[in-house]
């Protein structure tokens, strides 16, 4: 059964439901846990899940209340963006806990879009530990210029992929750069990328990178 209880959460995202598609949770190798963007659906991102092609993963996604994790922009001061903030970090832990006691938290990966890149990033830098891997499609690590990066914990070699635009009109270079540094002093391997002029999406270059670290985990 993949039924996750998220009543549990506090918050506006308590109770919110969590999307499924592939393998049922206790069937899987692997699991992928989606986080979507503002005002998208878990949904819509699972539909990335076709482009990975693993009939043996379960793919997760948590839907946020009215579609948006946190109301303000990830640069502003965190304070402002609560209580959705915390609400959406304890809602993604409380997904990856689950998919962890079933398939092992080393076989569990993030992936995320935008606002759920950000949540992703944010979430895995506060709860560092070995992974099956991270997957951020333009996004980083959440709180306004010059926020403290002292994190606890050691991702021990947990793969990482920054994908991003150098002229993404919501997410700075900067901010990538800061993350991919975050991640690596936390142990993370990271593959960063960014793309000349793309904008705010996701090119065929960073599905086939995502791709990969996605079918790494389907091993039986």
Same mark, same amino acid.
């Given at each position: ?9 506090? @918050?506006?995202? @308590?109770?919110?439901p969590?999307?499924? !598609?592939g $393998? ?5 190798? =692997? ?5 979507h963007?503002?005002? =998208?659906?878990?949904?819509?991102? &699972?539909?990335?899940a ?5 009939? !043996? ?6 839907? =946020?209340d ?16 609560q209580?959705?903030l915390?609400?959406?970090?304890e ?8 998919? =962890?006691?079933a398939?092992? %938290? ?6 995320g879009f !935008?606002? @759920?890149a950000? &949540? ?5 830098? %506060? ?13 980083? /690590?959440?709180? +306004?210029?010059?926020? +403290?990066?002292?994190? #606890?914990? #050691? ?6 992929? /920054? ?5 993404d +009109?919501?997410i700075? /270079? ?8 975050? &991640?690596?002093?936390?142990?993370a391997?990271?593959?960063e ?5 793309m904008?705010? @999406?996701?090119?065929?270059d960073e599905?086939?990178? $995502? ?5 790494s985990?389907?091993?039986?």
């Amino acid at each position: 059964m993949t039924d996750i209880d998220t009543t549990g959460v506090n @918050g506006p995202h @308590g109770g919110r439901p969590v999307r499924h !598609s592939g $393998a049922e949770l206790d069937e899987a190798n =692997a699991a992928v846990v989606m986080v979507h963007g503002r005002g =998208a659906t878990a949904h819509s991102i &699972l539909g990335m899940a076709g482009e990975f092609g693993t009939d !043996s993963i379960a793919y997760l996604a948590p839907s =946020a209340d009215r579609n948006t994790w946190y109301p303000h922009s990830f640069m502003e001061e965190t304070t402002k963006n609560q209580p959705h903030l915390d609400s959406a970090l304890e809602f993604v832990g409380s997904v990856v806990d689950a998919a =962890a006691d079933a398939v092992g %938290r080393e076989n569990v990966l993030l992936l995320g879009f !935008s606002q @759920g890149a950000c &949540l992703s990033s944010e979430w895995i830098a %506060r709860n560092a530990d070995r992974f099956g891997g991270l997957v951020a499609f333009s996004g980083g /690590l959440i709180g +306004p210029e010059g926020t +403290p990066r002292e994190y #606890d914990g #050691d991702l021990d070699g947990t793969p990482a992929f /920054l994908g991003c635009s150098d002229v993404d +009109p919501h997410i700075p /270079l900067e901010r990538v750069k800061e993350t991919t540094e975050a &991640l690596r002093d936390l142990g993370a391997e990271v593959d960063e990328r960014i793309y000349e002029g793309m904008g705010h @999406g996701v090119n065929e270059d960073e599905l086939n990178a $995502a791709k990969a670290m996605v079918t790494s985990l389907d091993i039986e």
